[in-house]
């Protein structure tokens, strides 16, 4: 008889019911994830990092009740070529309808208070250049300095992808 915790490691198979675990209605991160270590209070940690944007999320428990967790979006390099936008999350209202996709889930227990959970949803919306060139009459997508220079100068940049954060605190302390 086959049995699945001889198969599956101990922590993967929750990755692997996460998706079937999802409420109906709420959308499935495109990146699977098991919670994070949990994290002591007013100790700094690194959430993710997105090269695209040049961006690093990082947050800490604060242990006040009113406001337990904060999230900060920080600059990763100085001179790190952006790919992507990073966006403030009260602007862009990041959801399905409005062409944000689900990208990344990430849960951060407080190590004084296992029931408290700090739980991170991270978006992304692509942008209206993300799709690559055409192809030409040899087979080959290519791109001309000149043409980009030329509509850069005349303003017709496609759009960069976008990226933003969401951070819910999930149970009480005390």
């Known amino acids: 008889m086959l049995r699945l915790h001889t198969i599956l490691p101990q922590a ?5 019911l996460l998706p079937a675990l999802a409420p109906a209605g709420e959308p ?8 994070a270590l949990p994290q002591a209070v007013g100790v700094l940690h690194t959430l993710r990092t997105i090269p695209e944007a040049c961006t690093r999320l990082q947050g800490h428990f604060t242990g006040d009740p009113a406001a337990p967790y904060r999230l900060e979006a ?3 390099a100085a001179r790190c ?3 992507a936008a990073w966006s403030d999350p009260s602007q862009a209202a990041p959801s399905e309808a409005t ?9 951060v227990p407080n190590a004084a208070c296992p029931a408290q959970v700090a739980v991170v949803q991270v978006w ?3 942008g209206a250049g993300s799709a690559p060139p055409a192809r030409d009459a040899q087979g080959r997508a290519r791109v001309y300095l000149q043409e980009r220079m030329q509509a850069a100068a005349a303003g017709r ?10 951070l819910q605190v999930v149970g009480r302390c005390g």
């Open 12 to 16: 993967g198979w929750l990755a692997l």
């Open 28 to 35: 499935v991160p495109e990146i699977q994830r098991p919670p």
């Open 74 to 76: 920080v600059p990763s």
């Open 81 to 83: 070529p952006r790919r």
């Open 99 to 107: 062409g944000w996709r689900l990208n990344d889930v990430i849960r």
């Open 124 to 126: 992304r919306r692509d």
């Open 157 to 166: 940049l496609p759009a960069l992808p976008q990226f933003t954060a969401r």
